[in-house]
């Protein structure tokens, strides 16, 4: 039982109950506080004469008699005070020297002073906003890094280059979250492949609006075909550049040729145009042991299941399952839909929904040995790259991340097609038409869920502008004329939307110019008074901000076209400056909040 299922948790302060074991060198939760604590302190592993040993309170509270000589007579009220120090053990308060009577008195009969409800309160919050290591890892969720000694559990990867060196707690942030199909670990023998060093197997983005209201996380299938660009490794024999690849499987950017995480996450960045801050990556292991610090994930089938080849065997129902079963379910590609590795995606978003609800619950948060567990779990469990390989860092990272609410966190999976090129369909290709504009959305920072955010004044400032310049008639398009400078975006754009502008809305008096005589941040167009109709046809084709229009001065003459310069922004022809306001039709989408069954 934890202190607050004993009915003490106004009074004794959850971090306090981790000591240090040294017969096992672990910290472990003391819970029984109905002794009397030492009114002088002793070295920590010091054991009384003749003192008995109790029984640990629960059985992760496991540390002996010694464990109870760090005297905790600090006052709940008063801090550590003039003088005061605390013992190096991570979370855990030293005793203070007695000030007055009454705190010497409290610390005989071994209890606190109880704070107003007020205090009380605010120590809760505090600290279960503090212990909520909201992170995804592949195929699990970890948290609650706060104690020093997880740091040696944590292994880490210099990415060389790749990724934004950190986060920003005013920017969003870009997780890239991989799980390998290397089979270490005990039990892992029969699962995966025999040979392999570790492939992107399972890949997710993770992507944390800036205001922390709202998470998008976009799987990308391993069956993917797509380029692979050069990526500097850093090796036992120093650092060199791995040769990239045209037209490969997306799961061949980790572990092939010697490459690390940071030639995946250089492959994300190129296929979505989002730029990745840090990797978390896990193999099979992780699934069973987080699964299991949990207390089990709930999951829900439409059928009956009973699958040879993952050996997951379900009733149709709902069912609370853990390590071997609950990596039985995410591996399963033959019980589901249609048996295909975009099914499993699935089916895996749906399982780490559930678990992610398992993280947030009370039931969760208010039990300090399950998030001791969890912890440990996570840890051993992670390989991060090194600008967040301490506990520290990840504890930053994991308190912006856990303010995202469930209800506002979409899990997508990038929308594609059968591989054109295949006679028998193995491999699969980017959708372009439903994938740019949910690029665009990840982008611009737009999210795919209903979350009400206000409106800075410029903002609507700019809408209104917006309005006002396309109020009026609209040329068609036949009657529109511009000319396209590519002034910032990917090599080609201009010739790009010239096609986009041609083929698709008709514009045919335009003319590629090639490339600007200098490069700019943001799309502009150009135009005349008496051109106004043609702006407004074209800002309406092209989702132009009403910052990106120019209107000048005087009129133009004859069939002098618009300017229209492609900026630093411009994503692709047809996809909006400004990023859509919904996700594209027929996009697979799982939301956090919801449990859905697999069928």
């Known amino acids: 039982m934890d202190a607050h299922s004993r009915g003490q948790a106004d009074d004794i302060d959850p971090a306090d109950q981790w000591v240090l074991n040294p017969q096992t060198g672990n910290y472990e939760l003391r819970?029984?506080?109905?002794?009397?604590?030492?009114?002088?302190?002793?070295?920590?592993?010091?054991?009384?004469?003749?003192?008995?040993?109790?029984?640990?309170?629960?059985?992760?509270?496991?540390?002996?008699?010694?464990?109870?000589?760090?005297?905790?007579?600090?006052?709940?009220?008063?801090?550590?005070?003039?003088?005061?120090?605390?013992?190096?053990?991570?979370?855990?308060?030293?005793?203070?020297?007695?000030?007055?009577?009454?705190?010497?008195a409290n610390a005989a009969v071994g209890r606190r002073k109880r704070k107003p409800p007020k205090a009380r309160k605010k120590k809760a919050l505090v600290w279960t906003g503090g212990v909520l290591a909201f992170l995804l890892v592949g195929l699990s969720v970890g948290g609650y890094f706060v104690y020093q000694h997880f740091n040696g559990n944590i292994d880490t990867i210099d990415v060389q280059g790749a990724g934004s060196d950190g986060f920003k707690k005013d920017q969003p942030v870009n997780i890239l979250l991989i799980g390998t199909d290397k089979r270490t670990g005990s039990g892992n023998e029969g699962y995966g492949d025999a040979g392999s060093v570790g492939h992107a197997d399972t890949t997710l983005l993770f992507h944390v609006s800036k205001d922390r209201t709202n998470a998008t996380v976009l799987s990308i299938p391993r069956d993917l075909i797509t380029d692979i660009p050069d990526c500097e490794t850093k090796t036992a024999d120093g650092?060199?550049?791995?040769?990239?690849?045209?037209?490969?499987?997306?799961?061949?950017?980790?572990?092939?040729?010697?490459?690390?995480?940071?030639?995946?996450?250089?492959?994300?960045?190129?296929?979505?145009?989002?730029?990745?801050?840090?990797?978390?990556?896990?193999?099979?292991?992780?699934?069973?042991?987080?699964?299991?610090?949990?207390?089990?994930?709930?999951?829900?089938?439409?059928?009956?299941?009973?699958?040879?080849k993952s050996h997951l065997k379900l009733s149709k129902g709902t069912h609370t399952i853990q390590g071997e079963q609950a990596l039985a379910f995410v591996r399963t590609r033959h019980a589901f839909g249609n048996e295909s590795d975009l099914t499993r995606i699935e089916t895996q978003q749906q399982f780490l929904s559930s678990m992610i609800r398992k993280m947030k619950s009370g039931d969760t948060l208010t039990s300090p040995?399950?998030?001791?567990?969890?912890?440990?779990?996570?840890?051993?469990?992670?390989?991060?790259?090194?600008?967040?390989?301490?506990?520290?860092?990840?504890?930053?990272?994991?308190?912006?991340?856990s303010k995202v609410d469930p209800k506002n966190i979409t899990f997508m999976t990038l929308p594609v097609l059968d591989n054109p090129a295949e006679v028998v369909k193995a491999t699969v290709v980017v959708n372009e038409a439903k994938a740019n504009p949910l690029f665009s959305m990840m982008q611009n920072d737009v999210s795919l869920t209903e979350v009400q955010q206000k409106e800075k004044?410029?903002?609507?400032?700019?809408?209104?502008?917006?309005?006002?310049?396309?109020?009026?008639?609209?040329?068609?398009?036949?009657?529109?004329?511009?000319?396209?400078?590519?002034?910032?975006?990917?090599?080609?754009?201009?010739?790009?939307?010239?096609?986009w502008l041609q083929n698709t809305e008709g514009v045919l008096k335009s003319t590629n110019k090639g490339n600007a005589p200098a490069d700019v941040a943001k799309t502009t167009l150009e135009y005349a008074p008496n051109q106004a109709d043609q702006a407004r046809a074209l800002a309406e084709m092209m989702g132009l901000p009403a910052t990106a229009m120019k209107p000048g001065t005087e009129d133009a003459e004859g069939l002098e076209a618009m300017t229209l310069t492609l900026g630093g922004d411009f994503k692709g022809a047809g996809v909006p400056i400004t990023g859509p306001a919904k996700a594209p039709e027929g996009v697979q989408k799982v939301e956090a909040d919801k449990q859905v069954c697999a069928k």
Do not use: W, Y
């Open 239 to 308: 650092t060199k550049v791995i040769p990239g690849t045209s037209q490969a499987r997306f799961n061949t950017s980790l572990g092939q040729s010697e490459r690390d995480p940071g030639c995946t996450m250089r492959t994300v960045k190129e296929l979505t145009g989002l730029t990745v801050d840090h990797f978390m990556m896990a193999d099979f292991n992780a699934v069973k042991t987080m699964s299991t610090a949990v207390g089990g994930v709930e999951v829900c089938v439409a059928k009956d299941v009973d699958d040879p």
């Open 457 to 499: 004044a410029d903002e609507k400032a700019a809408k209104a502008k917006q309005e006002e310049l396309l109020k009026g008639t609209k040329a068609d398009a036949s009657d529109v004329r511009v000319d396209v400078f590519n002034g910032g975006g990917p090599q080609g754009s201009a010739q790009e939307t010239l096609n």
């Open 369 to 401: 040995s399950k998030l001791f567990k969890l912890a440990e779990a996570a840890t051993d469990a992670l390989t991060v790259d090194t600008g967040i390989g301490s506990i520290q860092k990840l504890s930053d990272l994991a308190t912006e991340l």
């Open 31 to 104: 819970l029984d506080h109905s002794t009397g604590q030492s009114p002088s302190p002793q070295p920590r592993g010091a054991r009384r004469a003749n003192a008995p040993r109790k029984a640990p309170a629960s059985p992760a509270a496991e540390a002996g008699e010694e464990s109870r000589t760090e005297s905790r007579t600090e006052s709940r009220s008063g801090g550590r005070g003039r003088g005061g120090t605390r013992a190096d053990v991570p979370g855990q308060r030293s005793r203070r020297a007695g000030k007055g009577q009454a705190e010497a």
